[in-house]
């Protein structure tokens, strides 16, 4: 672009010192016609790297779950293929469920066998209770009798006795109940963790994306340690797409600014963004939270930059973009739009330049 605007301007230069000879051809004309050039090239670019500012370092990059299972088993099934579309859902790999189903037939074995102490139980107290309370009638009667001496004191006391052993027996029942209650609660849980533990044998896609390197392998035994994964999901749902800045060249900056990029898949195609957000954070602002007292010594380290995640938008909505995947690109401000028109030209010549691929010759021609 810089050629383009000074192959211009020597052209009018041309037309009006030796062409027409409009003005003359001095030393003050050639001072002037030199330097005037340069100070509007400088400021032109100061200005265009405020309003548009460009990054020569715009990066894809995608979320990378690590699979791990959540049961421990053989692996019996692993269906998909490397770095192939894989849709959410999808099966990823089976493990062996013969243990796992055996667990799920003893949880429901003991399940059934507690209801059905707890229904003995309860129909042992339902059985009890009308004999209590014939049997409490029974004494209410012999104490009658034996208070007029119509009846025998020892029919009385085992009427009482009868109440005091059908009572304990109510008591016994009602115990074994509320115990079978309790076993019960815990063998659903039990069954319930025994059929989550089977159906985690069949590990599914949490979303759309793709396994780069696929090493797991039926026979493999698989383990549910946190810290031992056996593939990494990338998922393509919600890519980043990441500019980096400069500080001060986030100034005029705000969500929803127009973007376009440039990424090196795609050489000279231009991909249209918009600005979703700027993250106002680095590694060097980050404030220990510890006992220490803040180090306050001059930094050394070189100035991190700022990130700006970018959505492509329009047309390039659904683009794929690789993991990884590097270009440039610039934003458009708000802010002197009428030169932004120079910062347009710029990405698009750029973004030509990504169809030339340029190694050393000896890549050619290869070593002997």
Excluded at 320 to 343: H, M, V
């Amino acid at each position: 672009m810089e050629v383009i605007l000074l192959g211009i301007y020597g052209f009018f230069v041309w037309l009006i010192f030796f062409k027409f000879k409009w003005l003359p051809w001095n030393f003050t004309s050639q001072f002037i016609v030199i330097t005037l050039p340069i100070v509007a090239m400088m400021g032109l670019f100061l200005l265009l790297n405020i309003c548009a500012p460009a990054s020569d370092d715009v990066r894809a990059m995608n979320y990378v779950v690590p699979i791990v299972p959540r049961i421990t088993g053989q692996v019996t099934e692993v269906p998909i293929q490397p770095n192939r579309p894989i849709k959410k859902g999808d099966v990823l790999f089976k493990i062996d469920p013969v243990p796992f189903e055996a667990a799920v037939r003893a949880a429901e074995a003991t399940l059934r066998g507690v209801k059905y102490e707890r229904s003995n139980a309860s129909s042992k107290k339902a059985a009890l209770t009308p004999r209590i309370e014939l049997a409490k009638k029974r004494v209410e009667q012999f104490s009658a009798l034996a208070t007029t001496g119509a009846g025998k004191r020892a029919d009385l006391e085992q009427a009482q006795s009868d109440v005091g052993n059908l009572e304990s027996e109510f008591l016994a029942a009602d115990a074994t109940e509320s115990q079978a209650r309790a076993q019960i609660a815990k063998s659903e849980a039990d069954l319930i963790n025994a059929k989550f533990d089977l159906d985690g044998c069949v590990h599914v896609a949490p979303s759309n994306g793709r396994v780069a390197n696929l090493s797991l392998q039926p026979g493999v035994r698989a383990t549910q340690f946190a810290t031992m994964p056996v593939m990494s999901f990338i998922q393509e749902d919600d890519p980043w797409l990441l500019a980096f800045y400069r500080q001060n060249e986030l100034r005029y900056v705000e969500p929803g600014d127009e973007a376009e990029i440039f990424m090196k898949v795609y050489p000279g195609r231009i991909i249209k963004c918009k600005v979703d957000s700027i993250l106002w954070a680095t590694a060097q602002g980050q404030l220990p939270i510890n006992g220490n007292l803040p180090n306050t010594a001059p930094m050394s380290a070189p100035e991190q930059r700022i990130a700006v995640r970018l959505l492509t938008d329009g047309k390039d909505k659904d683009v794929f973009l690789a993991a990884g995947a590097r270009g440039g690109g610039a934003i458009y401000t708000n802010d002197i739009k009428a030169i932004q028109i120079l910062r347009r030209v710029i990405v698009r010549i750029t973004a030509k330049f990504d169809w030339f691929v340029i190694k050393h010759l000896s890549a050619l021609f290869g070593h002997h």
